[in-house]
């Protein structure tokens, strides 16, 4: 290779570098998005660099909209064997929660579209359908775009977005609550937990609340949803708390929205993501399986 050509390597390596680089927050949310798993989703990355430094940069009209369609391709294929995966997996499965940054939770539709609850709704679309929707109603990706990430004519697309739009719509959580309503609900909560105050637990649940819990056949969880405020207020106020002596939580910033981190002898034990509404905690999204606890020991920053 001659000094000129090492010269064009190097640099068109730059800015391989740097538009990835660039994107490197909102690929990663693409990822989450659609296989609920940061651990993936950081593998997905890495798939997607190794194709994004082969490519020539020279035939690229934009490179954010080139990458997503790469991070969204490779995504998909993981997305089909994560399924298989589910199938043999032990307990109920809850996606792997993220310690997201405060200012995450002022952009409302960002915080919502990453949120537990959000995410497990998407679980219940097919993985195509599941691709087409976080590609279009979140960013908003043309169809022509989605198509050639997803191998399906751009018609086909429109198809399954609007089908996927109507599933999504029937199911996903309404009235988040604005940050102040959450912070308030989560010190009440927090509070209530903490001394075991069932009253207090009672006066802060929506009677619908639902409980899940997700240890992974490592850790303690439960085998099926907990409904009602009764019921969940109880778990809470004599279950999962008062196993340990050593036992303290801290209220963090879960996928956008309140939670708290449990520590038990100071190392991490698990996280406890809720989903505020009008002022009441109406899900409750315990995690304790140890191998989805990496991303709340710092902040992953998620992006549109």
């Known amino acids: 290779m001659s000094e000129r050509e090492g010269q064009e390597t190097d640099t068109a390596m730059e800015s391989a570098t740097e538009a990835f680089v660039t994107h490197r927050n909102l690929l ?86 990453v949120s537990m609850a959000m995410l497990l709704v998407l679980e219940t679309l097919a993985p195509t359908e599941r691709a087409v929707f976080v590609l279009r109603e979140v960013f908003a990706l043309d169809y022509d ?42 010190q009440a909560f927090q509070a209530a937990v903490e001394t075991g105050d069932l009253q207090g637990l009672l006066d802060i649940l929506a009677p619908d ?49 309140p939670g708290l981190l449990i520590r038990v002898d100071g190392e991490i034990d698990g996280v406890l993501a809720m989903r505020v509404e009008n002022g009441y905690v109406t899900g409750a999204y315990h995690v304790r399986n140890p191998e989805k606890l990496a991303s709340v020991e710092r902040e992953i920053v998620v992006s549109r």
């Open 209 to 257: 609340v639902v409980a899940l819990s997700d240890g992974g056949g490592v850790k303690h969880a439960l085998l099926r949803p907990v409904v009602g405020a009764d019921r969940v207020a109880r778990l809470l106020a004599v279950g999962w708390w008062k196993r340990d002596a050593e036992r303290s939580v801290e209220p963090v910033q879960i996928n956008g929205g």
């Open 28 to 113: 990663f949310t693409v990822a989450y998005e659609m296989l609920g798993s940061a651990t993936d989703a950081e593998d997905v990355l890495q798939e997607t660099w190794l194709r994004w430094v082969g490519v020539d940069l020279g035939t690229v009209l934009s490179p954010r909209a080139f990458l997503v369609r790469i991070t969204a391709r490779q995504a998909l294929k993981r997305l089909r064997t994560l399924g298989r995966r589910k199938e043999s997996y032990v307990g109920p499965w809850l996606p792997e929660p993220l310690l997201t940054a405060p200012d995450v939770a002022d952009d409302v539709e960002l915080a919502d579209n």
């Open 145 to 186: 775009e989605i198509a050639e990430a997803v191998g399906k004519t751009s018609g086909t697309v429109r198809q399954i977005a609007h089908r996927a739009r109507a599933h999504v719509a029937a199911r996903r959580p309404r009235g988040t609550g604005t940050p102040a309503e959450h912070r308030a609900a989560l």
